[in-house]
């Protein structure tokens, strides 16, 4: 039989309070707790609150990792804490803890906040099945094991808003979807019951708002306490665009589909080549920048490009290995 | 020690917008005796936007890269993180999926070639961490950087998804609290600058599509480091480096305060503490003038 030993160990927690009711500014509490190597984040939340202050505002429920309540941020990164043990934080970051909340501009009263603009990009993306449904059909829709599989993991998420609310984008962009609200849509435009693809789609890849603005920094699959890898299913959105035929020739796709053309003729990238292709007329713009960059060296003219050895063979597999058209 | 000996997959920026990257790469590979074969048969990974639109043609553009690495039998190592996700992703894919592999091998056969999954994929950064060794490179250092505070620049795609990335690490590396860089920097004989931007993103991918969103990631970045009380920064990535090196102007004007700082390649940083000629790490290829030299 294998034995368990409980270790405790001090840890300073810097607790984010703020009530929106009364305080002009948040402030910091600080508490030092004993924590033993059984316990989650939640639980500290929970004896802040029932051993220290009693006014100490968080949101909880199932405690299993299935409501999504509970997550909040330790030391910047988003958390479900209910699910993230107190040891591995102590790993990560030391004995020295910041509890905030997810959004410290969002914040109502300590870490309870103002999700609205979560709910409101998830409702934006029509997050359920559109169909016509026969009142009285003869047998039940089948889907097969292999269709179904095409949801991976999408179908998993909570709502628990960690990705939303570790997405840069998010932070600087209002108007930006976010991960959630993406991996959401693609759970619903992989589902082969569902008959608004395109209309969908439609609404996804329009600029500012849409899957373009995205800057793949792969935070929302580092963050996701349920592994739904949001930046995955944005990538199979994005290959979505150009299979449905909904991508509209801009920036962004012509930037997407101008790699395969840089490849196909060099291997390499055509780095100038490759802005002209994607700006167009915008390529303006980079002037001031670009001729900086050529005095230092930094351009190299498409003549001057040195290709792929072998480039034959990068040449075939282009052809023969496309699977998309633009 | 068996001399070091890997196969350098440049990525398309090493040979185009930061020459400096690639001179003090075979720099500080030359110093340190390690043996860097180039893959010149190597096309573009698809630096993440060739997958937006074709995700297969970008598996097995990227198989093929690999498989020119297994064919020296070495591990292949990548300088630019973006390369570096893209290859150990395709890796990751193909040796966890057979159907995956077997059609990809489909094509590659048309060309003679095949993906088998027998060579690792490191960034260098990495590879002179594991394999060399930070207290090898301590000993070797001759110009300590110990006047400079050094703000790390880890860049995304060396960390994240850290269980990807964490597949080839010998000792894992945390998204959150990454140690790797600091302890190049540490090792160089510089002080490491903590701040909190040093694991986010610089905002290259989006710089065409989303200017606003890229310059404002790129201007925190710098202005974090600045805070920080740095005398400059590092980054591992040339595409981080292009946005914090070129891009002051619209990164000051998106945040609203003026922002700038020097921005070394970790090759040149490390190239500088072993005392590299000079002119062997082009530092006067950057825009923002390196003026501590």
Same mark, same amino acid.
């Given at each position: 039989?294998?034995?368990?030993?409980?270790?405790?160990?001090?840890?300073?927690?810097?607790?984010?309070?703020?009530?929106?009711?009364?305080?002009?500014?948040?402030?910091?509490?600080?508490?030092?707790?004993?924590?033993?190597?059984?316990?989650?984040?939640?639980?500290?939340?929970?004896?802040?609150?029932?051993?220290?202050?009693?006014?100490?505002?968080?949101?909880?429920?199932?405690?299993?990792?299935?409501?999504?309540?509970?997550?909040?941020?330790?030391?910047?990164?988003?958390?479900? %804490?209910?699910?993230?043990?107190?040891? =591995?934080?102590?790993?990560?970051?030391?004995?020295?803890?910041?509890?905030?909340?997810?959004?410290?501009?969002?914040?109502?009263?300590?870490?309870?906040?103002?999700?609205?603009?979560?709910?409101d990009k998830h409702d934006a993306i029509h997050p359920y099945l559109i169909s016509d449904?026969?009142?009285?059909?003869?047998?039940?829709?089948?889907?097969?094991?292999?269709?179904?599989?095409e949801l991976?993991?999408a179908?998993?998420c909570?709502?628990?808003?960690?990705?939303?609310?570790?997405?840069?984008?998010?932070?600087?962009? =209002?108007?930006?979807f976010g991960?959630a609200a993406f991996a959401k849509a693609y759970r619903f435009e992989a589902d082969v019951r569902d008959d608004a693809h395109v209309e969908r789609l439609n609404e996804l890849h329009e600029?500012?708002q849409g899957l373009w =603005?995205?800057?793949?920094?792969?935070?929302? %699959?580092?963050?996701?306490?349920?592994?739904?890898?949001p930046?995955?299913k944005i990538?199979k959105l994005h290959n979505m665009l150009f299979k449905e035929g909904v991508a509209t020739?801009?920036? %962004?796709?012509?930037?997407?589909?101008?790699?395969?053309?840089?490849?196909?003729?060099?291997?390499?990238?055509?780095?100038?080549?490759?802005?002209?292709?994607?700006?167009?007329?915008?390529?303006?713009?980079?002037?001031?920048?670009?001729?900086?960059?050529?005095?230092?060296?930094?351009?190299?003219?498409?003549?001057?490009?040195?290709?792929?050895?072998?480039?034959?063979?990068?040449?075939?597999?282009?052809?023969?290995?496309?699977?998309?058209?633009? | 020690?068996?001399?070091?000996?890997?196969?350098?997959?440049?990525?398309?920026?090493?040979?185009?917008?930061?020459?400096?990257?690639?001179?003090?790469?075979?720099?500080?590979?030359?110093?340190?005796?390690?043996?860097?074969?180039?893959?010149?048969?190597?096309?573009?990974?698809?630096?993440?936007?060739?997958?937006?639109?074709?995700?297969?043609?970008?598996?097995?553009?990227?198989?093929?890269?690999?498989?020119?690495?297994?064919?020296?039998?070495?591990?292949?190592?990548?300088?630019?993180?973006?390369?570096?996700?893209?290859?150990?992703?395709?890796?990751?894919?193909?040796?966890?999926?057979?159907?995956?592999?077997?059609?990809?091998?489909?094509?590659?056969?048309?060309?003679?070639?095949?993906?088998?999954?027998?060579?690792?994929?490191?960034?260098?950064?990495?590879?002179?961490?594991?394999?060399?060794?930070?207290?090898?490179?301590?000993?070797?250092?001759?110009?300590?950087?110990?006047?400079?505070?050094?703000?790390?620049?880890?860049?995304?795609?060396?960390?994240?998804?850290?269980?990807?990335?964490?597949?080839?690490?010998?000792?894992?590396?945390?998204?959150?609290?990454?140690?790797?860089?600091?302890?190049?920097?540490?090792?160089?004989?510089?002080?490491?600058?903590?701040?909190?931007?040093?694991?986010?993103?610089?905002?290259?991918?989006?710089?065409?599509?989303?200017?606003?969103?890229?310059?404002?990631?790129?201007?925190?970045?710098?202005?974090?480091?600045?805070?920080?009380?740095?005398?400059?920064?590092?980054?591992?990535?040339?595409?981080?480096?292009?946005?914090?090196?070129?891009?002051?102007?619209?990164?000051?004007?998106?945040?609203?305060?003026?922002?700038?700082?020097?921005?070394?390649?970790?090759?040149?940083?490390?190239?500088?503490?072993?005392?590299?000629?000079?002119?062997?790490?082009?530092?006067?290829?950057?825009?923002?003038?390196?003026?501590?030299?």
């Amino acid at each position: 039989m294998s034995t368990h030993t409980i270790t405790t160990q001090k840890v300073n927690f810097k607790v984010f309070r703020f009530n929106a009711d009364e305080d002009y500014l948040p402030y910091y509490e600080d508490y030092n707790m004993e924590v033993t190597s059984e316990e989650v984040v939640l639980d500290i939340l929970n004896r802040i609150k029932w051993d220290h202050d009693g006014s100490f505002s968080y949101r909880r429920s199932c405690r299993h990792g299935i409501c999504g309540a509970c997550a909040i941020k330790v030391n910047g990164r988003s958390t479900l %804490a209910c699910k993230e043990s107190m040891n =591995d934080m102590v790993d990560i970051f030391g004995s020295d803890l910041v509890i905030e909340p997810l959004s410290i501009k969002r914040a109502v009263k300590d870490m309870i906040i103002d999700k609205g603009d979560f709910w409101d990009k998830h409702d934006a993306i029509h997050p359920y099945l559109i169909s016509d449904v026969e009142e009285h059909p003869e047998h039940e829709h089948l889907v097969t094991p292999e269709e179904a599989e095409e949801l991976n993991e999408a179908d998993l998420c909570i709502q628990c808003g960690a990705c939303h609310y570790a997405c840069p984008v998010v932070e600087i962009n =209002d108007d930006f979807f976010g991960p959630a609200a993406f991996a959401k849509a693609y759970r619903f435009e992989a589902d082969v019951r569902d008959d608004a693809h395109v209309e969908r789609l439609n609404e996804l890849h329009e600029e500012k708002q849409g899957l373009w =603005d995205c800057v793949k920094c792969m935070e929302c %699959a580092e963050v996701c306490p349920k592994d739904v890898d949001p930046i995955e299913k944005i990538t199979k959105l994005h290959n979505m665009l150009f299979k449905e035929g909904v991508a509209t020739s801009n920036v %962004a796709t012509r930037h997407a589909v101008g790699f395969k053309h840089s490849i196909a003729r060099n291997g390499v990238l055509d780095e100038g080549g490759l802005v002209l292709y994607s700006e167009g007329p915008g390529i303006v713009k980079h002037i001031p920048v670009a001729l900086k960059m050529f005095t230092k060296g930094k351009i190299v003219p498409p003549w001057g490009i040195t290709k792929s050895d072998n480039l034959d063979e990068i040449k075939k597999l282009v052809k023969s290995s496309s699977t998309a058209k633009f | 020690m068996e001399k070091l000996k890997y196969a350098l997959f440049t990525g398309c920026t090493a040979k185009q917008s930061t020459p400096e990257q690639m001179m003090s790469t075979m720099a500080v590979a030359d110093k340190l005796g390690i043996e860097l074969v180039e893959l010149t048969e190597a096309s573009c990974c698809g630096a993440s936007h060739l997958q937006d639109y074709d995700d297969f043609l970008s598996l097995v553009l990227n198989a093929r890269n690999i498989a020119y690495a297994e064919k020296h039998s070495l591990t292949m190592v990548t300088i630019c993180n973006t390369c570096q996700l893209n290859t150990a992703m395709t890796k990751h894919r193909l040796d966890n999926n057979a159907d995956l592999k077997a059609k990809v091998n489909e094509k590659l056969a048309e060309v003679g070639l095949e993906y088998k999954g027998t060579s690792q994929v490191t960034h260098f950064l990495y590879a002179i961490i594991d394999d060399f060794g930070l207290d090898k490179i301590k000993e070797m250092v001759v110009t300590p950087l110990s006047q400079f505070n050094i703000a790390p620049f880890y860049g995304c795609h060396n960390i994240r998804p850290s269980e990807l990335q964490n597949e080839t690490h010998k000792s894992a590396e945390n998204a959150y609290r990454p140690t790797s860089l600091d302890d190049l920097i540490i090792a160089c004989g510089g002080a490491n600058v903590d701040y909190e931007e040093k694991t986010k993103c610089c905002g290259f991918h989006a710089e065409l599509q989303a200017p606003h969103t890229a310059s404002t990631l790129t201007g925190k970045a710098i202005a974090g480091a600045m805070d920080g009380n740095a005398d400059w920064m590092v980054t591992p990535c040339p595409l981080c480096h292009l946005k914090l090196d070129t891009q002051t102007a619209h990164a000051s004007e998106a945040i609203g305060r003026e922002v700038s700082l020097p921005v070394l390649h970790m090759q040149q940083m490390l190239g500088l503490a072993l005392g590299c000629p000079q002119e062997s790490l082009g530092l006067k290829h950057h825009l923002t003038k390196v003026d501590f030299v």
